[in-house]
């Protein structure tokens, strides 16, 4: 981990991350394309697999022997006890990809204080990627060798700006199928490139716009410091600096007033 201007408590919570995205690399990645997965589905219709559940079931051990105070909230196990420092899991984003097969998932890990985001860890380790944030200490991204610093693109102009969403059918069932068609055709560029990849794309300076709807925290919790500490902004599709709206929208920081007008009008 790079040196950074830290507070010795979050630089101790950013070390515990990054030991949690270890120990939870080590239970995704071997079953990762297995043959004998085993996938179920959950009341929502969503899918959950064996890797799913033991990935966020090691995560907690961790928490629960190294933190006994903080709370948890998991996707797959729920929440407990407090909220004041709690840590937000996704044991893997992008179960559908990663039940066909597609390398584009990942473990998000953040500690949220009072409800704001404060560390996040996201790592995706079919692609051999972690990134990682603290308030104060920057972003930074590794694969082999030193850690490199992230920055958020300098587009500052909707005409030049590469723009990312989840699906047509999420943005359908929020009922802004034709807002999604009116960014399309204002912007340089879309694509779908979903899930957490989407949100590190921004971080890197590789895209300039993410928006989401039907998130849940732990879809974007560990997003929010990568994002933050590159330069960019995140927020409710509304502007409100919430992670509980049940939407989000990341920019590069210099284009985000103008996508919340795009979005809003």
Known sequence: MTDSPLTDSLRS??????RLADAADAQSLPRFDAADLKISTKADN??????????ERAIRRVLEAERPEDGIFGEEFGA???????????PIDGTANFLRGVPLWGTM?????????????VSMPALGRRWWA?????AWTATEGEPRRLQTSAVDSLDDASVSFQSIAQWADAGRLDTLLSIGARVWRDRAYGDVYAYMLLAEGRID?????????YDIA???????????RMTAVDGDETISARST???????HEDFLTLIND
């Open 109 to 121: 890990i953040a500690l949220a204080i009072d409800g704001v985001p404060q560390v996040g860890v």
């Open 134 to 138: 603290a308030t104060g200490g920057g």
């Open 209 to 217: 716009m993410v928006a989401e709807f039907g998130v849940k925290e």
């Open 46 to 55: 969503s899918h959950v697999t064996d890797a799913d559940l033991a990935t």
């Open 249 to 255: 929208l990341a920019t590069n920081g210099r284009l």
């Open 222 to 232: 560990a997003a929010v410091p990568i994002v933050r500490e590159a330069g960019g």
């Open 13 to 18: 919570d950013l070390e515990l991350a990054l």
């Open 80 to 90: 407990q006890g407090s909220t004041h420092r709690q840590w937000i899991i996704d």
